[in-house]
């Protein structure tokens, strides 16, 4: 097995975008720049209201096809005494990047994110994320996001380059699990649910 082939067979596929990728293009009804976006799923752990020892990201429209976002390390997500888990700042970067699907009004997963860890998060410590996507190619949308300390022009402390795949509504009802599909479904936030659901009809 090569190093780029995995167990499914499907291969990693590349972060560079293909020759015949196009720019992203902002959709008309994505919310204007400065608007918060609001949580997609109110039980998302990075950016749901319901999840106690959730991110609680919060994440705002900016120009183009890009999103910023904060989120405040709490106690609860450390890996190292004081310092935050990287699988929580890499949740943190797969939320910001995965919001910028919203402006383009397309529902995608995370097929590939590669995080950067440039320096420690401490407990406390506001992370100032921006995310911007780069190209579309078909199904397959690049995008690319860091996140600093500090304040928003503090140092980067974290990275990552993604592709997303834009996929149905039955990605969800088929692989969830019934119960919290049902649930969100029925989520008296008709906003919340158009977001989830009547995207990209
Ligand atoms: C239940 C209530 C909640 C519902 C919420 C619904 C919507 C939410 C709405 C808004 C969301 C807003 C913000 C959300 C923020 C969230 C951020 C977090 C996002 C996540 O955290 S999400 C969880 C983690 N994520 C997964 O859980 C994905 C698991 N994964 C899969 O589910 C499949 O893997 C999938 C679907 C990704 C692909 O599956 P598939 O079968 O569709 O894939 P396929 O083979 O068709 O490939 C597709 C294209 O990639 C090309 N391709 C493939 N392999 C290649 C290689 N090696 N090299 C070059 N290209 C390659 C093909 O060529 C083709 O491209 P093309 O169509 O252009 O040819």
């Known amino acids: 097995m090569s190093a780029a082939t995995t167990p499914s067979g ?3 596929p590349s972060l560079t975008p293909p020759a ?12 204007a720049p400065g608007e918060l976006l609001g949580s997609h799923y109110d039980q998302c752990f990075a950016c749901g209201e319901d999840q106690p020892h959730g991110l609680h990201l919060a994440a705002r429209a900016g120009e183009g096809v890009s999103v910023t976002a904060e989120f405040t390390v709490q106690p609860a997500h450390q890996g190292a005494p004081g310092l935050a888990h990287g699988g929580v700042l890499a949740t943190a970067l ?3 990047l995965g919001s910028l699907n919203w402006l383009l009004r397309v529902i995608a997963v995370t097929r590939r ?3 950067d860890f440039v ?14 996507c780069t190209a579309v190619a078909g199904r397959k949308i690049y995008s ?3 996140g600093r300390v500090g304040g928003p022009d503090g140092p980067v402390a974290v990275r990552a380059d993604a592709l997303f795949v834009e996929v149905k509504l039955d990605h969800f009802t088929t692989h969830g699990r019934s119960e919290e599909v049902h649930a969100a ?9 158009a977001r989830a659901f009547e995207v990209n009809p």
Do not use: N
């Open 144 to 146: 690319t996001a860091e």
């Open 185 to 193: 479904m029925s989520d008296p936030d008709q906003v919340k649910v």
């Open 113 to 115: 994110l590669e995080s």
């Open 20 to 31: 015949d990728a196009k720019p992203p293009v902002r959709h008309p009804d994505a919310p």
């Open 10 to 12: 499907r291969g990693r």
């Open 119 to 132: 320096q420690p998060v401490p407990v406390g410590s506001t992370l100032h994320l921006t995310a911007r």
């Open 94 to 96: 797969d939320e910001t």
